[in-house]
């Protein structure tokens, strides 16, 4: 098993731009979900794919946007950065089914992302 | 909608003595899961044990133990003879089973152990 990877691991962007963040999911996983965390906060569900599909939707606009692709991999992209953005997002993986086991989700150690 | 809450913001342990970290949630299905997630400086989320609601028994992980009272609606975690390697932010969730089954987390408490 390869676990969760994420890239880059930490990201500058100025307010007004646009941002991708890339997610790949563990091997045998065909389900990923992004989160957002602020500092000191918990964190907060963004959207999920699952055979490339949006398969649910937390409370964030429509410039919060996302793909998955084939191999199950997946991207986060953020339209029109605020500095309210500047978060450390994190990816988890699952496969449907299991993501009550001791192995269903499977986190990234996330991207560090600053909104200056 | 589901709410977790942790009220602990920080919580201290001495090396070997054991430690609670509180957690209610708020709900109204009948059937879900809970989840505790340790969260080291390396960021990555690490699943420290799991319950489901329908089983009565409290879950238990070598050192790490659940008190679970659905009636209250609460989800208690124990870390038994502390260790070092227990420092680190730990979350409260709950699995949200509708539509895109995403887990609703808690603000989270530091631990501190003490050498």
């Known amino acids: 098993e390869t676990g969760v990877t994420q890239s880059p691991t930490h990201l500058i962007k100025t307010r007004g731009q646009q941002v991708t963040l890339r997610c790949s999911s563990q091997?045998?996983?065909?389900?990923v979900s992004w989160y957002q965390q602020a500092l000191g906060q918990g964190p907060q569900f963004i959207f999920q794919?699952?055979?490339?599909?949006?398969?649910g939707r937390g409370n964030f606009p429509p410039r919060f946007s996302g793909l998955q692709f084939p191999n199950y991999s997946s991207e986060l992209n953020v339209n029109a950065l605020e500095l309210d953005d500047s978060a450390l997002y994190l990816c988890?993986?699952?496969?449907?089914?299991?993501?009550?086991?001791?192995?269903?989700?499977?986190f990234g150690s996330g991207t560090r992302l600053t909104v200056v | 909608a589901q709410t977790v809450t942790q009220s602990q913001p920080e919580m201290s342990v001495q090396e070997a003595e054991t430690v609670t970290l509180s957690c209610t949630y708020d709900?109204?299905?009948?059937?879900?899961?809970l989840f505790w997630y340790k969260q080291p400086p390396s960021r990555q989320m690490i699943l420290v044990i799991r319950?489901?609601?329908?089983?009565?028994q409290n879950a238990t992980e070598n050192r790490f133990s659940v008190n679970f009272q659905k009636a209250a609606k609460s989800f208690s975690l124990k870390i038994s003879d502390s260790q070092l390697g227990d420092a680190a932010m730990y979350f409260c969730?709950?699995?949200?089973?509708?539509?895109?089954?995403?887990?609703?987390f808690g603000a989270g408490t530091i631990l501190r152990v003490k050498s």
């Open positions: 988890a993986s699952s496969q449907p089914g299991t993501e009550n086991s001791n192995y269903g989700y499977t």
């Open positions: 091997s045998g996983h065909n389900t």
């Open positions: 794919y699952y055979r490339e599909e949006e398969n």
């Open positions: 709900t109204s299905e009948s059937d879900y899961y």
């Open positions: 319950q489901e609601a329908y089983k009565q």
């Open positions: 969730a709950y699995r949200y089973m509708e539509y895109g089954n995403k887990l609703v």
